[in-house]
């Protein structure tokens, strides 16, 4: 027993909601890998001493959940281009040099999701239509940009913050009212919810849903309940739906492959080792 287990886990306060030592979990025996996931609630006022001690207890990296996506990243050595951009990180590496390394890989999941439930959907040439502008909307915006979109038609309840994303992430951007939001549905072959609205405990999601084009593809980034009003909407005019879960899923893969050196398959197994 001197061969070393390696750790890895997830930090967040509170910590009970998160999937990820399901899934984790799910990969480690699926691959008969000997290591553990392990959920921590750590305090904001803990993390920068819990981060420092964690490589010395064996941890090889870990997940970061709310609320210290955006703090951890005053907290490690180095933070890849992609979590700079996003201004948050959701995967930290511990390297062997005891340096830690920030990532962000939920504009990864976000694409592979795409690319899994909607292998025809292709970004050349694509209008995409955006609902929000929070974190969640920066990976996915990001990530869009990334893959070659021609044009992001963004929506959000507060107008200055959609002009701000618009500010950073340049002219692919065309900035829509709240009130107009239906209308943009029109021009779209992809249109995304990256909002909480339409989750369960929220409001429902009220943008009218008449201009989908049938064929669009549809995404929803809520994924409690995995059927949301706006995808069962969006099936019954004829559209392609892609729920969010996979998104979860797949962003889950990096990390999982940087710690434990195998990359792991997100397919239906996996799905319903998750689903409650």
């Known amino acids: 027993m001197t061969e070393n287990v390696p750790l890895a886990g997830v930090i967040g306060q509170p910590i009970h909601q998160s999937m990820s030592p399901v899934l984790h979990g799910h990969w480690l025996r699926r691959y008969g890998i000997r290591g553990h996931y392990i959920p921590m609630e750590v305090a904001s006022a803990d993390l920068g001493e819990v981060l420092r001690a964690m490589p010395r207890m064996g941890f090889v990296g870990c997940n970061v959940t709310i609320p210290h996506k955006v703090k951890v990243l005053d907290l490690v050595d180095q933070i890849t281009d992609r979590a700079t951009i996003i201004g948050a990180a959701n995967t930290l590496i511990f390297r062997r040099d005891?340096?830690?390394?920030?990532?962000?890989?939920?504009?990864?999941?976000?694409?592979?999701?795409?690319?899994?439930?909607a292998p025809h959907w292709t970004p050349k040439d694509c209008t995409v239509?955006?609902?929000?502008?929070?974190?969640?909307?920066?990976?996915?915006?990001?990530?869009?940009?990334?893959?070659?979109?021609?044009?992001?038609?963004?929506?959000?309840?507060?107008?200055?913050?959609?002009?701000?994303?618009?500010?950073?992430?340049?002219?692919?951007?065309?900035?829509?009212?709240?009130?107009?939001?239906?209308?943009?549905?029109?021009?779209?072959?992809?249109?995304?919810?990256?909002?909480?609205?339409?989750?369960?405990?929220?409001?429902?999601?009220?943008?009218?849903?008449?201009?989908?084009?049938?064929?669009?593809?549809?995404?929803?980034?809520?994924?409690?309940?995995?059927?949301?009003?706006?995808?069962?909407?969006?099936?019954r005019r004829?559209?392609?739906?892609?729920?969010?879960?996979?998104?979860l899923l797949h962003q889950a893969v990096p990390g999982f492959e940087r710690w434990f050196g195998q990359r792991p398959e997100v397919d239906e197994d996996l799905r319903l080792a998750v689903l409650p």
Request: charged letters at 20%; hydrophobic letters at 45%; a negative charge.
């Open 98 to 117: 005891g340096k830690i390394m920030a990532d962000n890989t939920d504009g990864f999941g976000f694409i592979e999701n795409l690319r899994q439930g």
């Open 129 to 235: 239509a955006v609902l929000g502008a929070g974190g969640a909307c920066r990976a996915v915006v990001s990530a869009l940009i990334d893959a070659g979109v021609a044009r992001i038609l963004l929506s959000n309840r507060t107008r200055i913050k959609a002009e701000q994303l618009q500010y950073e992430f340049g002219k692919r951007i065309q900035v829509v009212d709240w009130v107009q939001a239906g209308n943009m549905l029109e021009e779209a072959s992809l249109v995304v919810n990256t909002t909480a609205l339409g989750m369960t405990g929220q409001p429902e999601l009220r943008v009218p849903l008449d201009g989908l084009q049938r064929g669009a593809v549809v995404t929803d980034l809520v994924y409690n309940p995995l059927r949301t009003h706006l995808l069962d909407e969006a099936q």
């Open 238 to 247: 004829g559209c392609h739906i892609v729920d969010g879960l996979g998104m």
